[in-house]
T-cell receptor
């Protein structure tokens, strides 16, 4: 089945220790998103790629970086995680063609714990 | 600023009907989505409305009034598995999804 895959599902890191979360998709969608979601809050968009074009949200901390080496994969790098970065990180994809905007398909998420 | 409002929590009885409201103020409008999110899981797509009116999909229906900046999600014949958070999200003029904080729906037997 076509899907959005996130690894790992649970990640524990130490304060200040770099961590990378990965996302892959078999949907061949041209847009990939990274969201941060804390308990009982709305998902917060960190950035997205439209094909290879990177779009950073104005309030995304510099601590968060992203890479999209090809259509299928997208990575979220947290250079120096702080306690406040503990959250669920959601990867989503959508296919944007000719002005049509379909729904976003989400991966299962990676729950990050910072010790 | 951009704002999506929905109730924080609602309680309903198994087998009953519940309506979850969403009001929005966004810079532009390119459609409204409803997602379901179970605790600890990712959101899953339920419905998309871009024109005024009611969209029905099985036990779930979604309504949109663009002039009022208003939508609702109607859930019929409630089942225990419908206990989840329901998120309203609007696609703005930049085609970015603006999310509500979600409505936690508690189903009681």
């Amino acid at each position: 089945d076509a899907m959005v895959i996130q690894n790992p599902r649970y990640q524990v890191t130490q304060f200040g220790k770099p961590v990378t979360l990965s996302c892959s998709q078999t949907l061949n969608h041209n847009v990939m998103y990274w969201y941060q979601q804390k308990s009982s809050q709305a998902p917060k968009l960190l950035f997205h790629y439209y094909d290879k074009d990177f779009n950073n949200e104005a309030d995304t901390p510099d601590n968060f970086q992203s890479r999209r080496p090809n259509t299928s994969f997208c990575f979220l790098d947290i250079r120096s995680p702080g306690l406040g970065d503990a959250a669920m990180y959601l990867c989503a994809t959508s296919n944007v063609e000719g002005g049509d905007h379909n729904e976003q398909f989400f991966g299962p998420g990676t729950r990050l714990t910072v010790l | 600023g951009q704002n999506i409002d929905q109730p924080t929590e609602m309680t309903a009885t198994e087998g009953a009907i519940v309506q979850i409201n969403c009001t929005y103020q966004t810079s532009g409008f390119n459609g409204l989505f409803w997602y379901q999110q179970h605790a600890g899981e990712a959101p899953t797509f339920l419905s998309y409305n871009v024109l005024d009116g009611l969209e029905e999909k099985g036990r779930f229906s979604s309504f949109l009034s663009r002039s009022k900046g208003y939508s609702y999600l109607l859930l019929k014949e409630l089942q225990m598995k419908d206990s989840a958070s329901y998120l309203c999200a609007v696609l703005d003029s930049n085609y970015q999804l603006i999310w509500g904080a979600g409505t936690k729906l508690i189903i009681k037997p």
